[in-house]
Antibody, heavy 120, light 106 residues
Framework: QVQLVESGGGVVQPGRSLRLSCAASGFTFSGYGMHWVRQAPGKGLEWVAVISYDGSNKYYADSVKGRFTTSRDNFKNTLYLQMDSLRAEDTAVYYC?????????????WGQGTLVTVSS | DIQMTQSPSSLSASVGDRVTITCRASQAITIYLAWFQQKPGKAPKSLIYAASSLQSGVPSRFSGSGSGTDFSLTISSLQPEDFATYYCQQYISYPITFGQGTRLEI
């Protein structure tokens, strides 16, 4: 079955960097795009970024554009989110999620999330 | 950006009730709409995609309808495990956007 496991979260000071990872299994990772979605404490869901199956196309939310970069290693079945110039408002649980398919890009399977806390 | 507005923001109901949550898009999104369920401390779970297609493994008491700008999620007979927060999401264009959520409580 599809399994997505995020890691790399933690407490980081404002202005610093952090890299999240998402290990995928149970499906052909190289055949699907992947999303990042975040949720601030007590708030709703916010889409962050998406990367195509081969890494050639990427889109970002305006709130993270220029600071966050998503990438993937299809040999390691792993998705990444490099987060630079972190701000307090980036504090959230970060989820990776699998894109459903080529016709529909909604997320169909989600990881359990990893918490990022930006605080001095 | 496309704005997604859900109503109501919260809803009280009882086991066995039929409930409907609505979602309105600020511009037409054809059928590129999904619904998710989230329980406290857990990841969201896909319920409906393409406005009315049921995700594999989701009980048939969940159904979705609509196209264009107006959509709805209906639970035909509430079960205890259905008390959660529900989100709609448009994915016709980037940035993908979510509704603010509807909290369904007893």
């Amino acid at each position: 079955q599809v399994q997505l496991v995020e890691s790399g979260g933690g407490v980081v000071q404002p202005g610093r960097s952090l890299r999240l990872s998402c290990a995928a299994s149970g499906f052909t990772f190289s055949g699907y795009g992947m999303h990042w979605v975040r949720q601030a404490p007590g708030k709703g869901l916010e889409w962050v970024a998406v990367i195509s199956y081969d890494g050639s196309n990427k889109y970002y939310a305006d709130s993270v554009k220029g600071r966050f970069t998503t990438s993937r290693d299809n040999f390691k079945n792993t998705l990444y989110l490099q987060m630079d110039s972190l701000r307090a408002e980036d504090t959230a649980v970060y989820y990776c999620a699998k894109v459903r398919g080529h016709s529909y890009v909604d997320p169909d399977y989600w990881g359990q999330g990893t918490l990022v806390t930006v605080s001095s | 950006d496309i704005q997604m507005t859900q109503s109501p923001s919260s809803l009280s109901a009882s086991v066995g009730d039929r409930v409907t949550i609505t979602c309105r898009a600020s511009q037409a999104i054809t059928i590129y709409l999904a619904w998710f369920q989230q329980k406290p401390g857990k990841a969201p779970k896909s319920l409906i995609y393409a406005a009315s297609s049921l995700q594999s493994g989701v009980p048939s008491r969940f159904s979705g309808s609509g196209s264009g700008t107006d959509f709805s999620l209906t639970i035909s007979s509430l079960q205890p495990e259905d008390f959660a927060t529900y989100y709609c999401q448009q994915y016709i264009s980037y940035p993908i956007t979510f509704g603010q959520g509807t909290r369904l409580e007893i």
